[in-house]
């Protein structure tokens, strides 16, 4: 006959395997927290005990229990919500569930998830009070790449590709390549054109544009990004450019010239413009009255003696 320690063993030992039973390893894509797209593997470590203090795993990330059916038949959208939240999050190797849909990790959670030994406390492929399910995020390799994505978009192998060069010592030196895609990369490129990039116009960042081959002036300036429509001036020595932010981000700048002032105007500066408002000079001299002019005396006749009598 069997001990009651070897019954209960067993009893664990079969709810766990119905415990794995219920979820396999799951495959899916996850954004790190740099946004960069992954595919991992998340597959089931074991289910594990908790407590109030120390907590196994410490940090309570995301609660995912609205996803949660009694009946396990949603357990898997639990798994992926747990899974895409502790990636973003960088709980990038272990998390656990518990209390039906809480998503639990730590910065050392693969030290820490067994501190309290294996439970009996899970079911549908999440845990109950005080039982973290445990599952282990595996990134998968990417495979041999055979198409290329050059500048932001996608181009099959042995495609034709039209892509800008390396201009970014230089953006005067900017040029459009031709190049063949050869296992991932741009292989037999040769210059199809100068872009005589900055000779319309002055700029405060050029960038690469997707599906552009020479540089486009970025909707930026003085450190900031600027709103569609709006205008500015760039200005390098005697030389001054108004730009326009347009659609997508890029501007559009064009050099202005003759902006001089004729003798007799003044140069009054125009915010978003080269060329100043030329207005007549106020005169400076002051005019002098007429002089006076003093009415001739007309002689009078002497008079008449004697005056008296």
Not at 50 to 79: C, E, Q, W
Not at 124 to 140: D, E, L, P, Q, S
Not at 180 to 202: K, N
Request: proline share 7%; with cysteine; hydrophobic share 30%.
């Amino acid at each position: 006959m069997l001990s009651l320690s070897k019954c209960l063993f067993l009893v664990w030992y079969f709810s766990s395997l119905k415990v794995f039973a219920v979820q396999p390893s799951i495959t899916m894509s996850l954004k790190d927290d740099k946004e960069n797209t992954v595919n991992v593997k998340v597959q089931a470590v074991g289910c594990f005990g908790d407590a109030h203090s120390p907590r196994a795993l410490r940090n309570m990330y995301f609660n995912a229990r609205g996803f949660y059916a009694p009946d396990g038949s949603k357990t898997t959208d639990v798994i992926k919500a747990c899974a895409e939240n502790a990636y973003e999050r960088g709980y990038k190797v272990v998390f656990g569930i518990q209390y039906y849909g809480e998503c639990w990790s730590d910065d050392v959670a693969e030290g820490r998830y067994n501190m309290y030994g294996v439970s009996s406390s899970c079911e549908h492929g999440v845990g109950k009070g005080w039982a973290n399910m445990v599952y282990r995020i595996t990134v998968i390799p990417k495979s041999p790449v055979e198409g290329c994505n050059i500048n932001g978009k996608e181009y099959s192998k042995e495609a034709e590709m039209m892509i800008p060069n390396d201009w970014s010592s230089n953006v005067y030196d900017s040029k459009c390549m031709k190049c063949i895609c050869s296992g991932g990369q741009a292989m037999d490129c040769q210059v199809q054109m100068f872009c005589e990039t900055g000779y319309e116009g002055l700029c405060s960042r050029w960038r690469n544009a997707t599906g552009e081959c020479c540089p486009v002036c970025d909707c930026y300036h003085e450190g900031k990004p600027m709103e569609v429509g709006s205008t500015w001036v760039v200005r390098e020595g005697p030389r001054c450019s108004e730009c326009t932010c347009g659609a997508n981000n890029i501007a559009k700048c064009t050099n202005q010239q003759g902006c001089i002032c004729t003798d007799g105007y003044d140069a009054i500066p125009v915010p978003g413009k080269c060329c100043p408002e030329c207005v007549p000079k106020k005169s400076t001299t002051t005019t002098s009255p007429p002089p006076e002019t003093i009415p001739t005396t007309k002689e009078r006749p002497p008079p008449t003696f004697p005056i008296f009598v």
